[in-house]
C-alpha cells in the first residue's frame, strides 16, 4: 500500500556520494544517503559512538565515515565496521519511478514496522 | 469415428488472444505451439503494422550494421503455417473482461477464453518544456529507427539524453552515422545501474576518444524549439548544446493502461504470479509489463524464462517461474563491457578489484559467503558468461577463491589455483614486468642479490616500478624465493592502494592524472571508490597538480571542508572570519556581535591565532550568517581546513618602543598572499618584530623574525601534542625577499609533503638540508615561488561569498521536515 510509504522528493535532489538530512518533529533525524554506486540508504543522523552527524559524512562504497571520530558505519545495517560496535536505526527505503519513499511508520517511529511487507 | 490429433471428438480449441506482437507475445506463442500445437485458436494484435522483430537488434540497424530482414523473428509464412491471426497496426484499446473479449481501434472485436498481455515497456519521456518538439524521438521501435536514420541524412547535431544502454546504443549509432554526438546523463556515471563509478569512467573516456561528448551530472531544463522543430537542449546550468534530433533513452516504463483500465492487479507493472497469471485467471501477462516478486524486467533474458513458465501452465504442466538473474552486455562495437548480479556491495561482500591499465582492463567480482553475487567487467570480458555461470548456480568458489579474478583458465587450472604456485611454475623468461621488460629470471636473481623487499626489487630491476599492476607477481616471487620473510615495504597510502604517498603523488604528475577515477584506474585501486582515508588524499594532490584545471570535488572533501565552517561535537559549526594580519575595525566587530544576536550563537571566543570565532552556527544557517559578515567586509577565515589558517602579528615598530619591522603590515601582506591556499595540512604562519617573539613564531609552519639587519625565517615549528621548535631557514634583508621566500617554501611543502602531514614531521622526515638544498638551488625561490603566485590565482574567491549566493545549497538545506499529524500512529497501526 502506497498510503505505508512517505515521499519525500526525486532522487535528483541528493547528489551522488553525499547525504541530506530530515528533521522530525518529536523524533530523531533522519539522514538520507545517495552512494556513488546509486544506492539510497536512510538512518537515523546519529553516529552509535558520540552522536555524531553522519550524513556530514564521507562516503565511500555502502560505508559512511562519521565526521567527528571516524568511526565507519554501514549504511544498509546500521552497525559500525571494524574494532568499533554499535548500531544506528535504519530506516526501510525504496526508489520508485524516480521518488525516494520511506516506510512511513519508521519515520515516525512507530513500531509496526512489520507494515514493510 | 473422429479423432482431431487425439482429442475426443467435438473439441473445440480454445481461443487465445495475444496484446502484442513484441519478443514476449510471440515467443510465449512459440512455446505453446511446441508443447501443444492444437490447443489454441491465436490471435495477436500488434500495434506496429508489421510482423515480430527482435526489437534489441535495432542498435546495429541504426549503426548500419543489420538490415531489417536480418532482425526479423518470425515472418508472415510463421503466421500462416501455424494458422495465427495477425492483426497488425491496430491497437486493442480496452478489455472486456466480464464477456471475455477485446476491442481494437479499428473497432474489432475478439472474444477470447484465455487473454495474454505482452504489451512491454513505454519509453519514460521526461516532462520538461519541448519534449513535444518535431525531432524529439524515442528508441523503441523501428519507427523511432527510421526518424533518426532521416535526421543522420541531414547530418549535424544530435543530443541523446540518458546515458543508458539503449541511450549509448543510439548516440553509437548516430555517431557512425556521421552526426556530432552529445550524451547528456543526469547521474555522474555512465549506466550507473550496471557499472560502478571505475568502470563508467573507462566507459566515458573511450566514447570521448571516438568523438562523442559526455555530460554527466547533467540536468536537461529545456528542449529548445523553432518554428515548431527542435533546435537545442537546455541544461539546469545554461548550457545550450545545438541539436537537429534529440533522442530521449531515460528509461522505460511497463505499459499497464489496459490492465490497469480492465481492474487487473497492478503495481509498478501487471501483478503475475509463478505461473504468470494475473488476478484474473484467464488473463495472463509475460515480459517487461508484468512484475513478478516485487521485480520488473527491462531485458530480454527473464522473457525465456517466463515464457517457458506460461506455456508449461497453460498445457496443464506447470513448472513455475522463480524470477532471473540477468547480465548485461553493451551492443557498442569495440567496447567489451559486461555486468551482472548484484554490485553494490554491502555487509558481508568482498570486493575482488583487477585492473590493467595497460590493457584498460577493470575487473570486478563481488564475492559473499564464498559465492559470487555479480560481476563487473570491462576491456576485457571473456570470462563473463564464466562469472554469470557461477552466480548463478551459487556455487561455492572458497578453493578458487585466491585465483578467481584471474579468469577461468587460471582458476579451473588445479594445482595453478594458489597464485603462488602459478608463479612457481613459470619459466625463467616469462615477462613479468611490461613497462620495463623484466624477466622472471632477472627478478629472482635481483632478490638472491640481496633486495629483500618490493622496494628495493623496484630500485634495482625496476620490476613493477613504472605502473605497478606486475606487483602481486613480484610480491609472490619474493615469497617463493625468501620464504615467506619478505622486509614489509614502505606504508601505503591507505588499504586500498599498494603505492605509498610519494608514489602516487610523483606518478599524478608523470602519468598526467587528472581525475580520481583515472588514478583509481591507473594506478590498479584495490576498492572500486576508495575510502575516507585516499580520497582527499586525492583530492589534494590533483588539487595541487592541475591548479586552475581540476575541478575539486566536494565528495572527496572532509566536512569542514565542505562546509567551510568547523563541526563541534553537537553538529553545529563554529565560523571564523578572516581578520587581515590579527587587525580589525569596529564595523567588523559590530557585524560579529549582530551575527552572535541573530543566530542566537551560545559563545563568542578569541582564538589562538588572534581571530574571533563564533560557535553554535547550525548548518542551515551558515549561507545567512557568512551573507553577513560578507556585507561589512569579511571573507572565510579557512579555519576549518587543510590550508593557510592564520598569519599572528605582534604590533611591531609602528607602537612597540622594542619592534625593530613593521610586523603587523608584513603580516597582512603574507596573510593577503596567502589565503585561500590548500595545504597537506593546516598551515599557521606568525610574524613577531623583535627576538622577543610575541607572535610565537618559532612554533610556526612558517615563522618571521624581525631583527634591525632584516628577517629571520624558521619553518617546521609546531605547538600541538608534540611541541617543536622552528629550525632556521634562512635570513634575507628585505620584506620582499621574506615574501618570495615564504611563498617558495609554501610551494615546495604543497608539492612534496603527503597529506595530513604537517611541515614539522615532514621536516623531521626529509631532512632540513633537503629543503635547504631544494630551495637554494639556482633560480629555486623564483621558480616556486611563481608556481604559488599562479596557483593562488584560482584560490582566492571566498568559499562563504559562493554560498551565500546559492552555490551548493543542497548542502545546507534539509530535505523537508516531517511532522506527523496528531494521531498519525493510530492510522498506521
Redesign the interface.
Known amino acids: 500500500m502506497i498510503g505505508?510509504w512517505?515521499d519525500?522528493?526525486p532522487v535528483?535532489?541528493?547528489?551522488?556520494?553525499?547525504a541530506?538530512?530530515?528533521?522530525?518533529?518529536?523524533?530523531e533525524e533522519?539522514a538520507?544517503f545517495h552512494?556513488?554506486?546509486?544506492?539510497f540508504f536512510a538512518i537515523v543522523n546519529k553516529c552509535p559512538h558520540?552522536?555524531?552527524?553522519l550524513s556530514?559524512?564521507?562516503?565511500?562504497?555502502?560505508v559512511v565515515?562519521c565526521?567527528?571520530h571516524?568511526w565507519?558505519i554501514?549504511l544498509?545495517?546500521g552497525?559500525a565496521l571494524g574494532d568499533d560496535e554499535g548500531c544506528v536505526p535504519t530506516i526501510p527505503l525504496k526508489v520508485?519511478?524516480g521518488r525516494i519513499y520511506l516506510l512511513?511508520?519508521a519515520?515516525?517511529g512507530?513500531d509496526?514496522q512489520a507494515?514493510a511487507a | 469415428m473422429n479423432f482431431e490429433e487425439g482429442r475426443p471428438a467435438g473439441h473445440v480449441r480454445e481461443r487465445l488472444v495475444v496484446i502484442g506482437n513484441g519478443m514476449a507475445g510471440c515467443r510465449a506463442v512459440e512455446e505453446i505451439l511446441a508443447r501443444d500445437p492444437g490447443r489454441f485458436d491465436v490471435t495477436i494484435f500488434g500495434a506496429e503494422p508489421r510482423v515480430n522483430y527482435n526489437r534489441i537488434m535495432l542498435s546495429p540497424v541504426l549503426a548500419g550494421e543489420k538490415t531489417f530482414d536480418e532482425i526479423v523473428i518470425n515472418t508472415q509464412e510463421w503466421y500462416d503455417d501455424n494458422g495465427i491471426t495477425l492483426v497488425s497496426g491496430d491497437k486493442v484499446e480496452s478489455i472486456d473482461r466480464e464477456h471475455k473479449r477485446v476491442v481494437a481501434a479499428s473497432g474489432r472485436i475478439e472474444p477470447y477464453d484465455k487473454l495474454l498481455i505482452a504489451t512491454g515497456s513505454d519509453p519514460f519521456i521526461i516532462p520538461v518544456p519541448g519534449k513535444d518538439l518535431d525531432g524529439v524521438v524515442t528508441f523503441r521501435d523501428l519507427d523511432d529507427v527510421d526518424k533518426m536514420l532521416a535526421a543522420a541524412g541531414q547530418g549535424g547535431n544530435a543530443v541523446v539524453i540518458g546515458g543508458g544502454l539503449l541511450g549509448l546504443e543510439a548516440a553509437h549509432g548516430l555517431n557512425l552515422r556521421g552526426m556530432d554526438v552529445t550524451v547528456i546523463h543526469l547521474m555522474p556515471t555512465l549506466m550507473e545501474r550496471q557499472l560502478d563509478e571505475a568502470a563508467g569512467w573507462l566507459l566515458k573516456t573511450e566514447l570521448e576518444r571516438r568523438g562523442q561528448t559526455i555530460l554527466t551530472g547533467a540536468n536537461t531544463k529545456e528542449i529548445v524549439g523553432k518554428d515548431g522543430k527542435v533546435a537545442a537542449v537546455r541544461l539546469e546550468d545554461g548550457t545550450e548544446i545545438p541539436a537537429s534530433i534529440v533522442v530521449m533513452a531515460v528509461g522505460i516504463r511497463p505499459a499497464t493502461g489496459l490492465a490497469r483500465e480492465a481492474g487487473l492487479d497492478v503495481e509498478r507493472g501487471i501483478m503475475v504470479d509463478d505461473h504468470m497469471v494475473t488476478s484474473d485467471p484467464s488473463v495472463l501477462a509475460v515480459g517487461e509489463c508484468v512484475q513478478h516478486r516485487g521485480m520488473c524486467y527491462g531485458l530480454v533474458a527473464p522473457l525465456w524464462d517466463m515464457c517457458r513458465a506460461l506455456a508449461d501452465h497453460v498445457t496443464e504442466n506447470p513448472t513455475g517461474y522463480e524470477g532471473s538473474v540477468t547480465s548485461t552486455k553493451l551492443k557498442v562495437s569495440g567496447i567489451d563491457l559486461f555486468s551482472a548480479g548484484d554490485f553494490s556491495g554491502g555487509e558481508g561482500c568482498e570486493d575482488i578489484v583487477m585492473r590493467d591499465a595497460s590493457r584498460g582492463v577493470y575487473k570486478r567480482v563481488i564475492v559473499k559467503e564464498n559465492k559470487v553475487l555479480g560481476a563487473v567487467l570491462y576491456g576485457d570480458t571473456a570470462d563473463g558468461s564464466w562469472y554469470f555461470d557461477l552466480m548463478k548456480k551459487g556455487e561455492d568458489v572458497s578453493d578458487i577463491r585466491e585465483a578467481l579474478i584471474f579468469g577461468q583458465a587460471f582458476a579451473s587450472g588445479g594445482a595453478l589455483a594458489d597464485p603462488n604456485a602459478a608463479v612457481a611454475a613459470l619459466s625463467d623468461d616469462a615477462e613479468i614486468c611490461g613497462c620495463n621488460g623484466v624477466s622472471k629470471g632477472q627478478v629472482v636473481s635481483c632478490i638472491n642479490g640481496g633486495a629483500h623487499s618490493l622496494d628495493a626489487v623496484r630500485s634495482t630491476c625496476k620490476a613493477s616500478a613504472s605502473c605497478g599492476s606486475c606487483t602481486g607477481l613480484v610480491e609472490s616471487l619474493l615469497a617463493l624465493t625468501l620464504g615467506g620473510e619478505v622486509e614489509s615495504g614502505p606504508k601505503t597510502m591507505c588499504k586500498c592502494t599498494s603505492f605509498t604517498h610519494g608514489d602516487v603523488r610523483k606518478l599524478i604528475v608523470e602519468k598526467e592524472l587528472r581525475e580520481i577515477p583515472q588514478i583509481m584506474q591507473e594506478l590498479h585501486w584495490t576498492t572500486p571508490d576508495g575510502c575516507a582515508s585516499c580520497r582527499p588524499a586525492l583530492n589534494y594532490y590533483l588539487l595541487c597538480a592541475w591548479p586552475g584545471e581540476y575541478e575539486d570535488d566536494q565528495k572527496s572533501r572532509f566536512v569542514n571542508e565542505r562546509m567551510h565552517a568547523n563541526i563541534q561535537k553537537d553538529g553545529t559549526y563554529s565560523v571564523v572570519p578572516r581578520m587581515w594580519g590579527g587587525l580589525t575595525n569596529p564595523k567588523e566587530l559590530r557585524a560579529i556581535a549582530d551575527v552572535v544576536e541573530k543566530f542566537n550563537a551560545p559563545m563568542v571566543k578569541v582564538t589562538g591565532g588572534q581571530r574571533l570565532d563564533i560557535f553554535g552556527i547550525k548548518k542551515e544557517d551558515l549561507p545567512a550568517v557568512w551573507a553577513d559578515l560578507n556585507a561589512a567586509g569579511m571573507v572565510s577565515g579557512h579555519a576549518y581546513g587543510k590550508s593557510l589558517r592564520t598569519v599572528k602579528t605582534c604590533v611591531g615598530s609602528e607602537w612597540c618602543r622594542f619592534g625593530t619591522q613593521d610586523s603587523t603590515g608584513l603580516g597582512v601582506q603574507i596573510e593577503r598572499m596567502t589565503w585561500g591556499s590548500w595545504m597537506p595540512h593546516k598551515f599557521k604562519i606568525a610574524v613577531s618584530g623583535c627576538p622577543r617573539n610575541c607572535a610565537e613564531a618559532t612554533i610556526k609552519d612558517f615563522g618571521v623574525v624581525c631583527v634591525d639587519s632584516g628577517y629571520e625565517l624558521h619553518i617546521a615549528g609546531n605547538g600541538g601534542i608534540k611541541v617543536r621548535a622552528t629550525d632556521l631557514l634562512c635570513k634575507v634583508e628585505t620584506e620582499q625577499e621574506a615574501m618570495d621566500m615564504c611563498a617558495a617554501f609554501i610551494q615546495f611543502y604543497r608539492e612534496d609533503a603527503w597529506y595530513l602531514e604537517r611541515t614539522a614531521p615532514w621536516v623531521e622526515r626529509v631532512g632540513l638540508q633537503y629543503v635547504k638544498d631544494a630551495l637554494a638551488a639556482e633560480g629555486a625561490v623564483e621558480h616556486y615561488a611563481a608556481r604559488f603566485r599562479y596557483s593562488q590565482q584560482f584560490m582566492q574567491d571566498d568559499p562563504w561569498a559562493k554560498r551565500a549566493a546559492g552555490e551548493h545549497e543542497k548542502l545546507h538545506q534539509h530535505l523537508a521536515e516531517v511532522r506527523p499529524f496528531p494521531g498519525a500512529k493510530m492510522e498506521n497501526a
Request: a neutral charge.
Open positions: 505505508n512517505l519525500i522528493g535528483t535532489q541528493i547528489e551522488p556520494g553525499t541530506r538530512t530530515l528533521p522530525v518533529v518529536g523524533g533522519i538520507v552512494t556513488m554506486r546509486n544506492e558520540k552522536q555524531g552527524p556530514q559524512g564521507i562516503v565511500h562504497g555502502d565515515t565526521p567527528l571516524n565507519n554501514s544498509r545495517s552497525k520508485d519511478a512511513r511508520s519515520v515516525i512507530g509496526d507494515e
